[in-house]
């Protein structure tokens, strides 16, 4: 009698495990787990990269999937996401979920580089592997993560072309003040720029920052009618820097170049009318951007994905306005992922974390590599283009106006040439 | 010299708006001795109604600015009847948690209906330049109707029968009753004129700067440095406290930077309340 229960349990436990492995190996898709700023001051930012993200989901699904070699089969993609509201407090809660309950395979960050250090705890925490997106701090990458892969070209790189640019442009240009928002992302450009700025002889005569949400600029304003610098360069988001564009308009201040993160690169941005035109941003890419096959086989690197003609006509046709860097960063991340998830053929992380190590390839966004470093999973391979707002045929559009040799126009300076 | 004459006039215009939005946390702490808590919410309640008014109706928030008078006006009354008038002379905690209330429900269900995300009126009436120095012409407006909203209220609350019996309740409520004033009346309708005065505040707020509907809570944090600054019952104290604070913003913020600014605000409050916790322009 004893014997015999030992046996049908032992029996039961082996059809049981039978069953879950057979659950296991029968899996049929690949869950991304993230958030989005549906609501609060990233909301802009972060519905043009969910945008590109979508597109992406539309696409490597209508090829059937993520080819998995070890399942011997294509698993369709599914998003499973949550509205962060733009805050830190809700990432970490929403990621834990992500994983814990709608079992997410892979993660990608939330906009901005602030939520990102935030889930970036929870992703490293239960070691999944997350595309960060939308987050250019060099702040995240330097605690040892072994997790967190960068799409973004980090902070440390962003404004600095905006002196390049100034210098080659302008070499009597010595006076530049930095005003930037109080944030991870911001505080980081504005110290690398500042660095870099002393380093090539310019002099900082205003290194401020503003609280988030700052709606008033009025005293900025006034101190640099005080100093009288050459060029402004700073801001935050997109909801400070297109303020912050209007109030330097409207006081018409006499700034030879004015040079804005994130906000400029927005195509909303145009609303504010000739508040817009001429101010100058780095961006992560950009529509007039070539970033082709003929760009990698030069390169001597692997060409994966697809073309930058295909990603504005597609996404122009769904989403009805040109695709900013946001929605690329966003479709890039999922290409990112798609073809980590390719080269490791299993879903595992710790293989997939050997493919993106090993990653070095172009696609429609630029070049992707990966610090193996001490800021580990840093982007490396990417590079920042600079674009101005100018008027074409009476319609205000985005020039690509640096570096040297990817221009689609000349800079107009100085920015008060339009007063 | 540009940019001080420039600060010194950016300093006066800010100062006015920010002493009419201290205008209606004054008149209710100083008539019904209730701190309003929910005043930063009515605030961002008068930047909703006037960006609706302008993208449904067409109007300008300077010609808007009738209707939110009235609209805050009913609001407040009724708000007052609804959040105040039971716990009136319970100790002073029950009104402070009463109108904390008022002010989640609003921004609870403001974030729900209007979301967070930042919104802003874009009337485009340019600049005006002399010498060099520009400034926007709504921001020139607002301060010419934050003048006119003080001489009016001090109009109302001097020269006509239902000012001098807000006066009076607010002296002495029983001495008021017995004179034949209706003080539930007159409470409801301080509470009221309270309500309207910051909506007309939030009004034309948003037509100068962008906003959300948490927007609020940053004119309210000012309201209570301005009313402690001028002192309490005078619409002139509060006009006077936010000019105080609308210079040093733009004036000291020249010299010392700007992240200071806060910091010097709250060290004021603090030093009045020490010193001087009457205000510096009421006698009582």
Request: aromatic letters at 14%.
């Amino acid at each position: 009698m004893k014997r015999g229960f030992i046996v049908w349990s032992v029996l039961c436990c082996f059809f049981l495990s039978f069953g879950f492995a057979k659950g296991a190996f029968a899996k049929s898709k690949i869950i991304i787990g993230f958030t989005v700023s549906q609501t609060g001051k990233l909301n802009a930012e972060s519905k043009e990269q969910f945008n590109g993200m979508e597109l992406w989901k539309d696409y490597v699904n209508k090829h059937g999937g993520i080819y998995v070699k070890n399942l011997h089969k294509r698993l369709p993609v599914e998003f499973r996401y949550y509205d962060d509201e733009s805050s830190k407090d809700r990432v970490q809660q929403l990621y834990v979920r992500l994983i814990n309950q709608d079992g997410a395979d892979f993660l990608i960050s939330p906009y901005s580089s602030g939520l990102t250090a935030s889930s970036a705890i929870i992703a490293e925490q239960y070691g999944k592997v997350m595309l960060a997106t939308g987050a250019a701090s060099d702040g995240i990458f330097s605690k040892g993560y072994t997790h967190i892969f960068q799409i973004y070209t980090p902070a440390s790189r962003y404004l600095t072309g905006a002196l390049d640019l100034l210098k080659a442009r302008d070499p009597k240009a010595k006076k530049v003040a930095i005003i930037f928002e109080q944030s991870n992302f911001a505080k980081a450009v504005a110290s690398a720029a500042k660095n870099y700025a002393e380093k090539k002889g310019f002099k900082v005569v205003i290194f401020e920052s503003y609280g988030k949400g700052t709606t008033d600029f009025t005293s900025f304003l006034n101190k640099i009618a005080e100093k009288k610098p050459d060029a402004i360069i700073g801001g935050g988001h997109f909801a400070d820097g297109e303020t912050f564009a209007k109030q330097i308009f409207e006081q018409r201040l006499k700034v030879k170049l004015v040079s804005l993160l994130v906000a400029p690169a927005v195509p909303k941005f145009a609303e504010i009318g000739n508040a817009a035109l001429y101010v100058t941003a780095p961006s992560q890419w950009e529509p007039r951007a070539k970033f082709t096959k003929s760009t990698a086989k030069r390169l001597g690197l692997p060409w994966f994905g697809v073309s930058a003609n295909w990603f504005i006509k597609k996404y122009s046709k769904l989403y009805g306005e040109t695709p900013g860097y946001h929605a690329a960063g966003g479709f890039a991340a999922g290409l990112v992922l798609q073809k980590a998830i390719e080269d490791a053929g299993c879903l595992k992380s710790s293989k997939v974390i050997r493919a993106l190590e090993n990653m070095d390839l172009m696609t429609f966004y630029g070049r992707i590599k990966f610090d193996k470093g001490d800021y580990y999973g840093r982007q490396v391979g990417h590079e920042m283009v600079y674009l101005q707002w100018q008027k074409k045929d009476s319609k205000l559009e985005k020039e690509v106006i640096w570096p040297r040799g990817a221009e689609s126009a000349k800079l107009i300076y100085p920015y008060y040439k339009k007063f | 010299m540009e940019a001080w004459i420039g600060a010194i006039l950016s300093g006066i215009l800010l100062g006015l708006v920010y002493g009419l939005a201290a205008m209606g946390l004054n008149l209710i702490w100083g008539v019904i001795n209730v701190i309003n808590l929910s005043h930063g919410a009515f605030i961002a309640l008068g930047m909703f109604s006037a960006y609706f008014l302008f993208h449904f109706a067409g109007l300008n928030p300077f010609i808007a600015v009738a209707l939110v008078l009235i609209i805050g006006l009913i609001i407040g009354m009724g708000a007052y009847f609804v959040a105040l008038h039971r716990v009136l002379d319970a100790p002073e905690l029950s009104t402070l948690l009463s109108t904390y209330s008022l002010s989640l429900i609003i921004i609870g269900l403001g974030t729900f209906i209007f979301t967070t995300n930042p919104r802003a009126i874009d009337i485009g009436l340019g600049s005006i330049g002399v010498a060099g120095i520009y400034i926007p012409i709504s921001k020139i407006l607002t301060g010419l109707f934050s003048v006119l909203f003080t001489v009016i209220l001090y109009l109302f609350l001097y020269k006509t029968w239902t000012g001098k019996a807000i006066r009076a309740v607010s002296m002495n409520k029983s001495a008021a009753e017995f004179m034949g004033v209706n003080s539930i009346f007159i409470l409801s309708l301080s509470f009221g004129i309270g309500i309207a005065l910051a909506m007309i505040a939030g009004c034309l707020i948003a037509a100068i700067f962008p906003f959300t509907i948490l927007s609020g809570s940053v004119y309210e944090l000012k309201s209570f440095v301005i009313c402690v600054l001028g002192g309490l019952g005078s619409p002139l104290g509060a006009l006077i406290g936010g000019l105080i604070l609308g210079l040093l913003e733009n004036v000291f913020a020249l010299k010392i930077p700007v992240g200071y600014i806060p910091f010097i605000e709250f060290m004021i409050l603090v030093i009045i309340l020490l010193v001087k916790p009457t205000g510096l322009i009421t006698k009582r």
